[in-house]
């Protein structure tokens, strides 16, 4: 078959190409036939084609090397055997985990080893998308992710790192002690929050706290029965500012087992005492408490490591310019530096303790919270009077309910802001 590619207007304008069985030929106008003719070249003879490769294209022909674990034999002789094919999917998920949707009803056991393999690969030390994939584990797991958190003395890494630590839920320890927060941070009223609930151990010591910031953080509890209102132990140690007015405030947390309010700036103490004692039954104790000497709360969870690679990166960014000592080096590099600062302070805090007088309270007839042993005989006629005292104290609470209840106008502003 062959076919005429010629036009009536261009009768004379040139030669005429007709392509027969897959081959080209030439019309000769004025034969008028078809002949015959060489293969069409396109391009001069001299002409030639060459393929230039940048980098990355030339890294893409190399050899994948990382598909394969590499080992040596007992012989010296060098072995590699290929990756699964799972683990080859986890690496590849972990490197893009930002772009994941949602992890809601994916299996905890696989979830834990791709937040391991997306931890190792640093990915949530990112400042944009660390924080979307972290928040991503957090609203499927929750307490997994995190259930006990310490940023004792870790106000860089609060200032560094907020909306991450407030995409943690389901907290059940939560230590922010030494921080000189103050009562307007936005992490003090995340803690009135329904993600945060859960906490039942809240470490609040000297972060410059008054009367002002326990009525805020308290009113949810108050009215609206929500927010902190599972508290079992409580520190509110060395905040000066707190007065008598801002105790009042904590007697909504009924299931308070232990409460530290030492170093506060009390006027009538033995007041507060036995206002504390009979309306929420807690009683002072002689003898500090282990509940309060900080080694209870850790930080514990998934993201163990990710909260240390958080303040080894703030560490790094505070780090002074100048050569350092040897020894001062190695402290650095095993991250032994901040320790060392923090229990210098610690111990000023407790100095400070120590001036003002122990206002520890706990609670008699709760068995797991770890009190001070008593062998004295007297002790137990003393709390068989104050189990009595207590249920007297709760009567008279229930008939005077309508009073305790009573609301300020500056009660109704503050629950208008949630």
């Known amino acids: 078959m062959s076919y005429w590619l010629r036009s009536e207007s261009h009768a004379d304008a040139g030669p005429i190409y007709v392509r027969e069985r897959g081959q080209l030929h030439v019309v000769s106008p004025a034969a008028g036939g078809v002949q015959n003719a060489r293969p069409l070249r396109l391009f001069s003879g001299g002409f030639s084609v060459e393929l230039c490769l940048n980098g990355e294209d030339d890294r893409a022909r190399r050899p994948r090397t990382d598909h394969f674990i590499f080992t040596y034999t007992k012989e010296g002789n060098l072995r590699y055997s290929a990756k699964s094919l799972f683990s080859l999917v986890l690496g590849y998920i972990s490197d893009n985990v930002d772009h994941i949707d949602s992890l809601v009803g994916f299996p905890e056991q696989i979830a834990e080893k791709l937040f391991s393999a997306a931890e190792a690969r640093q990915k949530f030390t990112e400042p944009v998308t660390g924080l979307r994939a972290l928040q991503k584990f957090t609203e499927a797991y929750g307490s997994l992710v995190l259930c006990s958190l310490c940023l004792r003395n870790r106000y860089l890494v609060i200032s560094e ?8 839920r389901e907290l059940t320890c939560l230590d922010l002690s030494c ?19 859960s906490v039942k151990q809240l470490l609040l010591k000297d972060n410059a706290l008054s009367d002002a910031g326990l009525r805020r953080m308290t009113a949810p509890v108050r009215v609206l029965k929500k927010g902190l209102q599972n508290l079992l132990v409580l520190d509110l140690s060395c905040n000066p500012r707190i007065t008598d007015v801002g105790i009042g405030y904590l007697l909504c947390f009924k299931k308070l087992n232990c409460l530290d309010i030492s170093g506060t700036g009390l006027k009538d103490v033995n007041a507060v005492v036995k206002r504390i004692q009979t309306q929420i039954g807690l009683v002072q104790s002689k003898v500090p408490l282990k509940e309060f000497d900080h080694s209870n709360c850790k930080t514990e969870g998934w993201a163990e490591q990710t909260v240390l690679q958080w303040e080894q990166a703030v560490m790094e960014a505070t780090k002074p310019q100048e050569d350092l000592k040897s020894r001062t080096a190695a402290q650095r590099f095993y991250g032994k530096t901040h320790r060392i600062e923090e229990v210098v302070k610690c111990k000023l805090v407790e100095a400070e303790i120590k001036v003002s007088g122990n206002l520890q309270f706990y609670k008699e007839d709760v068995q797991n919270c770890r009190l001070p042993l008593k062998k004295d005989v007297a002790g137990s006629h003393e709390l068989k009077n104050n189990k009595k005292r207590a249920l007297a104290e709760q009567e008279r609470e229930r008939t005077s309910k309508q009073k305790h209840l009573c609301l300020t106008v500056e009660d109704w502003d503050l629950l208008n802001t949630y």
């Open 179 to 197: 921080c000189k927060l103050g009562d307007e941070h936005e992490l003090l009223e995340h803690l009135t929050k329904e993600a945060l609930s």
């Open 161 to 168: 790192k907020l909306e991450e630590i407030k995409s943690f």
